[in-house]
């Protein structure tokens, strides 16, 4: 179960080049349900995951490099490329902050991960989060995937 929210972050964070990183590229061959390929550094993931925004199933398959560009061949859409930052919020979470590649230059989307529903109700983002978006299908990677969506953020 991934339980998370999301927020669109407006102005980047401060000293954002200590934090680590990595280069993302996804693409999806499906978006009902979302059926999606994924490198992350030299890792190929497959993932499913089902409806819903808050909190969500959520299954991942490692593949080996081949069948990763051999399911790249068959997406639908954009390929989404990103760099992923990883900030560390207090003891217990963190910050996936994703900023975008073309056609998405300029958007910077963050989300964190918790252990429950209950811990993601009562979580307050920090001052530099702006509109929160968890409920909006609109800034699902999936729907960004789509070409006719970059016309329409």
Not at 7 to 31: G, H, R, W
Request: aromatic share 12%; charged share 25%; glycine share 4%.
């Amino acid at each position: 179960m991934e339980i998370e929210r999301k927020f669109l972050i407006t102005s980047l964070p401060e000293n954002l080049e200590q934090y680590p990183f990595q280069k993302l590229e996804q693409a999806y061959l499906c978006t009902d349900p979302v059926v999606r390929i994924r490198r992350q550094g030299n890792d190929y993931i497959l993932t499913y995951k089902s409806k819903g925004f808050l909190a969500r199933e959520e299954y991942n398959l490692p593949l080996h490099e081949k069948a990763y560009l051999h399911l790249r061949a068959k997406a639908d859409g954009i390929i989404l490329s990103k760099t992923r930052y990883r900030i560390p919020l207090g003891e217990k979470l963190t910050i996936e902050l994703d900023i975008f590649d073309a056609p998405y230059e300029g958007l910077y989307l963050a989300e964190v991960e918790f252990s429950s529903q209950e811990d993601a109700l009562s979580f307050s983002p920090p001052a530099w989060f702006g509109e929160e978006v968890t409920y909006s299908s609109r800034y699902h990677n999936s729907t960004l995937s789509a070409p006719d969506t970059r016309t329409a953020l």
